[in-house]
């Protein structure tokens, strides 16, 4: 027989310990700290008196539930793992505390299994990126398990069989790293030979034009449709690879008014943000895809006679290229470039014959190292999926952990 949620724990209550911890620290944990699959940093602190008005707080051992979308969707739930008694974070997190006789570890489970993510999607209240689920649905979500000793039973097997998971997903990770290592080898290889034969010059020389996308309420994803003008954003723009699945689009009639940010085949995109695993710089060659723009933080640069569209995205993906970029990057918080800064970047330019064998030389070399990079890929992503599917069945009942192999 299942019990609702809030029968078992306590949604967001009181931590009136706080009073008794004035000058104490407390443990402060930011959402950007609560990652997926139960795992936080949880190593920030906090003079309790600073943190008692204004921020969510809790106590060592409590179950924290991101609220807000797209991080509940995400599974960032989390038993708090203090090395303080209490701790204080981010309003955007919801407490469960469980009452004696619950397991919070199979609470967290329960809050990072399928059923619970789906259809806390579904009550998500506000609008845009500021939609939250909120507390009444989860005093109302129903629980199957309610035994204790069962509790402990599948949360001591979640806890080992999703260790393994991650165990795999770390070493998938490790091999990645290493296949993008070699790949950067061989590209600055090639990137040593084209300096040999071609010489020294700023980017600005070798372009026709460069233009941002449109920025602010001009472009939004209120102005998206489901078909029309592409809209190029920054998803789209690989390491010398264009990325066709992420697509969105704006009606023709709303792409003429921002004609000026328009992009045809053959031109290249670049990436004005970036990370650590898609850097900065990083560009592309347009396909074919009928009429497009370029979102902002997306460059569409258009190549004169002295290069050729795959030679250039080629040479300002190169890692010596990006290297280049980061340092030349500006942002307070965030790296990001502008036309200008792109401008003054300096690739080898070759003569047109020379850019056709470097580039052909590059994808024999990256051709065989991509495709071990994507297997590993996908094997992270079926791990991951087979977690929230185990999770699902365990504290669902559809199978008795027990007598599990």
Known sequence: MSMPLGKLVNVNPPTPEFLDYRDAEVTFLPLAAVWPYGRADVSGRAIAAKVAGGYTQFRNGDVLVPKITPTFEAARAIVADLETPLGAGTTELH????????????????????????????????????????????????????????????????????????????????????????????????????????????????????????????????????????????GNIGINDFRDEDQAFVSLEYAAKLSSHAARPGDVVIAGLGDERWPLGRAAVLPEMGPAIVKADCYRARPNSLVSAQYLAWALSAPASRRQMALLARGATRARLNTSVVREVTIPVPSLEQQTEIVQAGKVDNSRIDALIAESEELIALSQERRVALITAAVTGQFDVRTAA
Request: hydrophobic content about 40%; cysteine-free; glycine content about 8%.
């Open 95 to 234: 407490v469960l505390r469980a009452l004696p006789g619950v397991d919070a570890r199979f609470i967290a489970y329960v809050t990072r299994s399928l059923p619970f993510l789906q259809e806390g999607a579904t009550t998500l209240q506000g609008v845009g990126n500021l939609r939250r689920v909120p507390s009444d649905w989860l005093t109302k979500f129903p629980v199957l398990i309610t035994d204790l000793e069962e509790q402990h039973d599948i949360a001591d097997y979640l806890d080992r069989e999703t260790n393994r998971i991650d165990e795999l997903i770390a070493e998938q990770r490790g091999l990645i790293e290493t296949l993008r290592e070699r790949r950067d080898a061989g590209w600055s290889s090639l990137y040593e030979r084209a300096i040999s034969v071609g010489r020294m010059i700023q980017v600005r020389r070798v372009l026709e034009s460069i233009v941002d996308g449109p920025f602010g309420s001009s472009l939004t994803s209120a102005h998206y449709s489901d078909e029309g003008a592409r809209v190029v954003r920054l």
